[in-house]
């Protein structure tokens, strides 16, 4: 891989200092931070991934990425297996010689933490990415959780753990303070406003509203397809586009046949996953997302901004981060398709608003959620970490 121009500027204790990233499945890093590895990169860093392995090998180490695998289960916590892979996980970060582990998602951060421990890795950053079912649930159960996942963190700090976040609401549920100087706020994963450009919206009707995420019960999509048969009922040409597949290793996914029952029904269509994200947007005028919660800042919701398109999704943590009810989409209560049913049906009717929603979405985007700003904040934050 050719050396980056910003080598050059680096501190000298910097470079060639190694970083390994903690992760449990490869879809999930290739997918949401390689630009942290360009980071690295342009700061003279070496990188290990250590993973399960599957499909993206080659998307990863095309960025001069060296991969370790680990068979990680990520729905499991067996305590057993956890400290199997735990002590398995130690030996490689001491053979790496590592001088920095960056641990992502709950599952990561337990495991690397531990590891870190056992290997003696005092500079450790733990990248929470949305706590999941913790964060959607407010009962007793889940308030137990998120004392117990937070008291299990802080048994896993050292005096340099840096935490980081995508929204200001899941460090507090952590007891952490976000503009701590032990926490970073990020923008999600950053996209890249070049690749994702606007596009002008399509002549209405149809109103075309379109869900691209993982076919699991936790992104709400069921409360979108009952939106818009609600929708549809009173007579609105409105029709639902899912776009994703459901995640076979999550307990939340959506069954394949419940997914193409829907997609018999009028108005609604279920494709499947998609790679053309440009291509979604350029035929949909709204992005939806109904999210029951647990979300950092979702990717789906940053390259449909990043491609001018309004937004409807719940105000939970994460997509209230970047949307603002009324500027860049609307914000509906979780869980309440009769509410979504409302909202689509405003904005059907209002195609200039939806048109300066767009426009208003897109600026946001290029105020501190693209890539770029994602890697000035990770090079900071590294840079910081390895000088002291």
């Known amino acids: 891989m050719p050396s980056s121009p910003a080598l050059e500027t680096q501190a000298p204790e910097i470079l060639g200092r190694k970083l390994v990233f903690v992760v449990t499945e490869d879809w999930f890093f290739a997918s949401h931070f390689l630009p942290m590895v360009r ?8 990188v290990t991934v250590v993973t ?26 067996n305590p057993i297996t956890m400290g199997d892979a735990s002590g398995q996980l130690a030996a490689i970060l001491k053979a790496e010689k590592a001088d920095l582990v960056h641990c992502i998602a709950l599952k990561g951060i337990l495991l690397g933490g531990f590891a870190a421990t056992l290997a003696g890795v005092g500079r450790r950053v733990y990248a ?10 407010t009962d ?10 937070r008291l299990l963190m802080r048994g896993l700090q050292t005096s340099r753990t840096h935490y980081v976040f995508e929204n200001t609401d899941d460090p507090k549920l952590l007891g952490l303070d976000p503009a701590g100087a032990h926490v970073t706020i990020l923008g999600g994963a950053g996209v890249d406003p070049e690749a994702l450009k606007p596009s002008p919206l399509r002549v209405q009707p149809p109103f075309k509203v379109a ?6 019960w936790s992104k709400g999509i069921d409360v979108a397809v009952e939106a818009v048969r609600t929708a549809r009922a009173k007579g609105a040409p409105i029709e639902l586009s899912l776009y994703g597949a459901p995640d076979p290793s999550n307990p939340k996914a959506i069954p394949e046949a419940t997914l193409k029952a829907w997609g018999e029904e009028p108005g609604i269509a279920w494709h499947g996953a998609t790679r053309d994200i440009a291509g979604v947007w350029r035929e949909h005028h709204v992005a939806c ?3 029951r919660g647990g979300e950092g800042l979702p990717r789906t919701l940053l390259e449909a901004a990043s491609c001018g398109r309004a937004i409807v999704t719940t105000d939970v943590p994460g997509c209230r981060t970047l949307v603002r009810h009324g500027v860049e989409g609307l914000l509906v209560p979780p869980g309440d398709a009769g509410a979504l049913s409302e909202a689509l049906l405003t904005l059907s009717g209002q195609p200039d608003r939806v048109v300066r929603m767009g426009e208003a979405v897109r600026l946001r985007v290029l105020d501190g959620f693209t890539e770029r700003d994602v890697m000035d904040s990770v090079k900071e934050l590294y840079r910081s970490m390895l000088a002291s």
Request: proline share 3%; glycine share 10%.
């Open 39 to 46: 980071a690295a990169r342009e700061l003279g860093l070496a």
């Open 52 to 77: 399960r392995v599957r499909a993206h090998r080659e998307a990863i180490e095309a960025l001069g990425v060296k991969i370790v695998p680990l068979d990680i289960e990520r729905r499991s916590l």
């Open 128 to 137: 929470l990415t949305g706590l999941g079912f913790l964060g959607a649930r």
């Open 140 to 149: 007793m159960v889940g308030r137990l959780s998120q004392r117990a996942i």
């Open 211 to 216: 869900v691209v995420a993982r076919m699991l």
């Open 289 to 291: 997302l109904p999210s």
